[in-house]
Structures are given as structure tokens and as C-alpha cells.
């Protein structure tokens, strides 16, 4: 079973995700903000971690210098969830290490749960293996 982290300020949103990742099979931890984030990391230990950006004590982008700075935590992806949507701040999280970046209002809760599927290499959870060709 994947572990995932959520750090998210916004109440509603930490336990959408985090129940949404539970109903799919995923073991969750969730932060309150990137500090908390920071040490439930190093301690949980995730698979894969889901970061908003605009949090308080250390927000989004000072905890991907942190994970990227710090080689105990810095092969583990991160996925930037936030609201904010211009290129320059995309552009920046990329730069910092993050895996992917995906906007909260235009993205479901299973496409979160599809996203670290995807970049955990993991088959999507209603996938069915193909009809094997008969033999000839």
C-alpha cells in the first residue's frame, strides 16, 4: 500500500483528499501547513506528497527548497495542488523539484488519486488486464 502525505491549510480540502485517498486503497497522513508537512515527512516517510502553496509558517515553496535541499527527502516526488494558475509560479515549483503541478478548481479528488498513481507507476485502480489475442 503507497503511502501519501497531504499538507494543506484549507480544512475542507485536507480531508476530501485525504478520505479520497483512502477509499483508493492509499495509506494518508495530512499536514497542516509545510512545517508540520516538513517533520510529518521525515518521520511517515511517503511514497509520494501533495503540496499546496499558499500556507502559513512555510509555505509551498519554501518547503520544495526544503525537500530539495535535503537528501534524506529530496527522491521522494512532490505534486504542487494549489489555486494559483499563472505560468511564472508553474514554472518555479518545476524548478524546485516538483513532479507535476495540478490546479484545485480544475481538478477532481480521483484525478489527484490518478495523478500519484501515475507518477508512483502504479496501474489505475479500475484498470483490467486486456483480453489476451487467441492463439493462431
Known amino acids: 500500500m503507497s503511502k501519501v502525505l ?20 492509499f495509506e ?7 512545517k508540520v508537512g516538513l517533520d510529518t515527512m521525515r518521520v511517515y ?4 506528497v501533495f503540496v499546496d502553496l499558499m500556507m502559513p509558517q512555510i509555505d509551498g515553496f519554501q ?4 525537500v530539495k535541499a535535503d537528501d534524506t527527502l529530496n527522491s521522494t516526488p512532490v505534486v ?8 511564472d509560479d508553474a514554472q518555479k515549483v518545476l524548478e524546485q523539484g516538483a513532479v507535476a503541478i495540478l490546479v484545485k478548481s480544475d481538478t477532481e479528488p480521483n484525478q489527484v488519486v490518478e495523478k500519484a ?19 493462431e
Open 6 to 25: 497531504i499538507i494543506e491549510d484549507d480544512p475542507p480540502y485536507r480531508k476530501i483528499y485525504t478520505r479520497k485517498f483512502e477509499v483508493s486503497g
Open 80 to 87: 504542487v495542488l494549489t489555486n494559483l494558475s499563472t505560468s
Open 45 to 48: 516517510k511517503p511514497d509520494i
Open 117 to 135: 498513481r501515475e507518477v508512483l507507476g502504479e496501474k489505475p485502480a479500475d484498470s483490467t488486464p486486456a483480453a489476451e489475442a487467441p492463439e
Open 63 to 66: 518547503f520544495l527548497a526544503e
Open 28 to 34: 494518508v497522513q495530512a499536514a497542516e501547513n509545510g
